[in-house]
């Protein structure tokens, strides 16, 4: 797999949604161009969900990726991208305390502080991220606990540099996980998250399956040894770790 290099920086004032920028203009643009904006109006996050931020409260960005041609390539780096938002946050939050929630999520204390939004396009890959920054008041509902680097710190981080640690902690993430092929990063994230073993429940449409987590596929699913005691792959859904409170 291509070693990439995101040093092509573009920061906005407005967006509708970083990732639908670049889906836009990636024709034009080069291959490890990152996006920031300071606002975002219809950021979206999984299962067509919104992501709710403030201008100068959030980060709002997203990473292009060119010349991929197998469209599961998205989702296996969205998880070398959530390893990177880990090591970033780890100058601020002690490790311990964050965690790495299945598929694309950051959380600290039980509290989700990331969210991470593949897709594929064009033989582009396009990662978006979403960090809670500042203390803010969302313009919609959330569903789940929330929390921000500054309601876990003493001293609230500047945003611009947090932007560019980010940054430099996706390259790192590159340079120490990537092996020749993208089909190792699920592998490498599962290692490094040390989730194998928790109880889980996970909500799938009008399903809801609970078992302990056993281990994750090449292509990211999650393999659980449910409560009737044979293992079951999980493509998507919301995961519960049950032992997190």
């Known amino acids: 797999m291509r070693l990439e290099n995101f040093t092509h920086k573009i920061d906005l004032e407005k967006v509708d949604s970083t990732n639908s920028y670049l889906k836009k203009h990636s024709d034009d643009l080069n291959t490890g161009t ?3 904006a300071k606002d975002q109006t219809g950021g979206k996050g999984r299962l067509g969900r919104s992501w709710y931020g403030e201008p100068g409260k959030s980060i709002f960005c997203s990473f292009l990726i060119k010349n991929v041609y197998e469209s599961s390539d998205a989702i296996r780096l969205s998880f070398l991208f959530s390893l990177a938002v880990k090591m970033m946050l780890t100058k601020y939050i002690d490790a311990g305390r964050i965690v790495l929630k299945w598929p694309n999520d950051v ?7 990331c969210g991470i939004l593949s897709e594929y396009s064009k033989e582009c890959v396009i990662i978006g991220i ?3 920054i500042l203390d ?3 313009k919609g509902d959330i569903s ?3 929390t921000s680097i500054a309601s876990e710190v003493s001293d609230p981080p500047d945003i611009e540099i947090i932007k560019n ?3 430099e902690s996706v390259n790192m993430a590159y340079r120490r996980y990537c092996t020749n092929t993208a089909r190792d ?3 490498i994230w599962f290692r490094e998250a040390d989730i194998k073993g928790r109880p889980v429940t996970v909500n799938i449409e009008k399903k809801t399956v609970s078992g302990v987590i056993d281990s994750i596929d090449d292509l990211g699913c999650l393999i659980i040894n449910n409560d009737h005691g044979y293992k079951e792959r ?6 519960k770790y049950n032992d997190q409170f």
């Open 165 to 167: 640690e980010l940054v």
């Open 234 to 239: 999980i493509f998507y859904g919301d995961v």
């Open 130 to 132: 979403g960090i809670n």
């Open 136 to 138: 803010f008041k969302p």
């Open 107 to 113: 959380t600290v204390s039980g509290k989700k502080i």
């Open 144 to 146: 789940c606990p929330y």
């Open 34 to 36: 990152v996006l920031f």
């Open 185 to 187: 990063i699920p592998l």
